[in-house]
């Protein structure tokens, strides 16, 4: 089932501890609901600038259109009523706000103690771009995937935290294959490195994290 959450969303913004520019906003912990905090907020753009401004980039090809199409399955899905009765249609003046900053947390199967993850989504991250990797709840069970962008949106009056993620389910897909997913969904994050030797795969890196297959 496609998962969104909004609850005490304007409790659950952290600064990146790493970043300098995190705009100063107030450290909170994630509540029951959420086991996830976002940070690093950056200036609320349109849709039509956050396009055009990944002119070339297939991941963000029919970006508008993939939030509205995941949107309206997540809302049936969870039995969240239509703003107005009518289905989502974002249109391309409409504002989004990124951030490039999520902090995780999530129980041990080693020590059931709660671990916290620092991820990023950062086209420049003291100096380089730094896109980490997750585990996601999906559909089909937890796959990998690879984060693009994280943002929210808002619908009626409700703001939802989204992540547009480049799926590993099985190989890894042309970025043309972006996909959304509630922040929600995020399980944990992960390492992968491409295998040389086989094209268009990852290995798991699990040497420092021997709880990651449990």
Known sequence: MECLDAQNFSSSIVPD???ADSDGLKSTEPTDAQHFSLGSQQ???SFAEIEAANTGDAAFDRFRIK???FLNRAFTANGIPFPNGRRIQLAANDMITEFRFIKVSYESLIDWQISMDYLRCN????GSPRYDCIILQAESGPIFAKLLLVFTCIVGDVTYPIALTLPYDQLAKPRASAECFSVQSIIRGCVLA???SRANEFLVVDT?????FL
Do not use: C, Q, W
């Open 67 to 69: 939030l509205n199409e």
């Open 17 to 19: 501890p790493l970043e």
């Open 123 to 126: 086209p420049m991250f003291h």
């Open 43 to 45: 200036a609320t753009k």
């Open 208 to 212: 420092t994290d021997t709880d990651i």
């Open 194 to 196: 491409e295998d040389s």
